[in-house]
Nanobody
Framework: QVQLVESGGGLVQAGGSLRLSCAAS????????MGWYRQAPGTQRELVAR???????NYADSVKGRFTISRDNAKNTVYLQMNSLKPEDTAVYYC?????????????WGQGTQVTVSS
């Protein structure tokens, strides 16, 4: 079975940085798009950043210039480098991956990691 395991969340002061990691494991043929989403209390889950298997990226306007998504295909891992963090970045961050297995392509989700930015 495919699993996504996230790490790197925590508490940071405004202006600080965090790096999130998400590693996929299991019966994987290939991984297409990977991305990071976040959900703050009382809000809908929103796309933060996305990266294709070829390295093309897109970002939410609110994080452009501050966050960088990257991936290591050899490790089946996606990263999110978050700089210049703001209190409004506080949320649970979820890793997402479109993974091809033997039978189908499926969106998988990580367990979520809390990012809290203090003012």
């Amino acid at each position: 079975q495919v699993q996504l395991v996230e790490s790197g969340g925590g508490l940071v002061q405004a202006g600080g940085s965090l790096r999130l990691s998400c590693a996929a494991s299991g019966s994987i043929f290939s991984i297409n798009d990977m991305g990071w989403y976040r959900q703050a209390p009382g809000t809908q889950r929103e796309l933060v950043a996305r990266i294709t298997s070829g390295g093309n990226t897109n970002y939410a306007d609110s994080v452009k210039g501050r966050f960088t998504i990257s991936r290591d295909n050899a490790k089946n891992t996606v990263y999110l480098q978050m700089n210049s963090l703001k209190p409004e970045d506080t949320a649970v961050y979820y890793c997402n991956a479109d993974i091809l297995t033997r039978f189908r392509g499926t969106d998988y989700w990580g367990q979520g990691t809390q990012v809290t930015v203090s003012s």
